[in-house]
């Protein structure tokens, strides 16, 4: 095996591991990050405000769905979850949570 092809092997292993351990360090911080609003406030928002959007758009599109009903709870657990937590996991406008806490 000549210098080269082991000195890519190298770098492809430490480059693996390097990724694998930076994201495994980003995951912990969130889940870190969660469990402290869970201790401070009992819970948080369930849903990022993009799947929130998603999930709004998917209502107006369905509304007549066999689903609709139970996607209309899941709105609700959301709106509940902004109007009861004062610190949140995602990053939320504030005229996205005084839109969801007025409906």
Request: charged share 25%.
């Amino acid at each position: 095996m000549s210098i080269a092809a082991i000195i890519v092997m190298i770098v492809c292993i430490v480059a693996l591991w390097g990724v694998a351990s930076v994201a495994l360090v980003y995951s912990m911080r969130q889940e870190e990050h969660k469990l402290q609003l869970i201790k401070e406030q009992g819970g948080f928002e369930p849903y990022s405000p993009r799947a929130l959007r998603d999930l709004d758009r998917w209502i107006e599109q369905n509304n007549t769905s066999e689903h609709a009903q139970e996607m209309h709870n899941v709105h609700e657990e959301q709106r509940a979850a902004l109007q009861k937590c004062t610190s949140y996991f995602y990053t939320w406008n504030q005229s996205d949570v005084e839109r969801l806490k007025e409906i």
